[in-house]
């Protein structure tokens, strides 16, 4: 009997971007704030100078108010879009994270980690979370360095109707406590008035008369359309 034996051709490409990119491949050093050299791009230790080549890829968040349609989106969207790895921020969520004082930096931090090394398989990650979509809470943290450009897209709404679907919602999930109502319509303001900042702007897509189909296609199509101009 003859034995045939057939080889799988590995692509050694594949093990140029190493899941573990805070370790260095040459000395083992552990750090998260390597130096960016854009040229490779490179992460470049700075123990020893090894220079690790990686995936800068864009970052794209999909933000709003609780209430404006995230997870419904996200559902709809999941197995139609192949470009991007599709995550939501809440199933990372746990009580240590709850650091208003500093802007729940070691969340965000753990999330841009996630990303970072999701993203070296070669596509770009599209993350829904409510506080990921403000500036101020991703731009500073350590690890933002390695993605290129974050493009942010904030879902809105009428305040009258963000406030019937929260009263909507099952009585285990507790949005109908008044305070939770207005923060999260206070929340839903400061996404419209903060539109038009200079870098990185926040891009608006009003949900409130909008079916979740059509509104999962206008994501579909904004993100695509910025994907391929980032390439």
């Keep these: 009997m003859t034995i045939i034996v057939i080889a799988r051709i590995i692509d050694i490409s594949t093990f ?27 992460a470049i230790c700075p123990e020893c100078g090894y220079k690790h080549p990686f995936l800068q890829l864009p970052l794209f968040v999909i933000s709003g108010a609780s209430g404006t349609g995230k997870t419904a989106i ?45 993203s070296q398989s070669g596509r ?7 506080g990921l979509g403000v500036p101020e809470n991703i731009e500073p943290c350590i690890e933002r360095r390695y993605f290129g450009k974050l493009h942010y897209l904030a879902l809105v709404c009428e305040e009258d109707e963000l406030r019937k679907r929260l009263l909507k919602r099952p009585e285990w999930r ?14 839903n303001r400061w996404f419209k ?19 979740v189909e059509e509104t999962a296609k206008d994501i579909i199509t904004w993100s695509k359309s910025l994907y391929t101009s980032n390439k």
């Excluded at 971007?17 to 040229?39: E, F, Q, R, T, W």
């Excluded at 008035?193 to 079916?211: F, K, Y």
């Design 193 to 211: 008035e903060n539109r038009n900042g200079e870098d990185p702007r926040i891009e608006l897509l009003d949900t409130t008369h909008a079916a």
């Design 174 to 187: 507790n949005c109908n406590d008044e305070g939770f109502i207005k923060a999260q319509i206070d929340f």
């Design 124 to 130: 770009p990650v599209m993350i829904f979370g409510a």
């Design 74 to 118: 996200l559902h709809q969207l999941l197995g139609r879009v192949s470009e991007f790895v599709l995550l939501e921020s809440d199933i990372l969520w746990r009580p240590e994270f709850n650091t208003p004082e500093n802007r729940y930096r070691e969340f965000f931090e753990t999330w841009l980690r996630m990303c970072k090394n999701i």
């Design 16 to 42: 140029l971007h190493p899941p573990m990119m805070n370790v260095c491949l040459k000395c083992g050093s552990y750090h998260v704030d390597k130096i960016i050299a854009p040229s490779g791009p490179y």
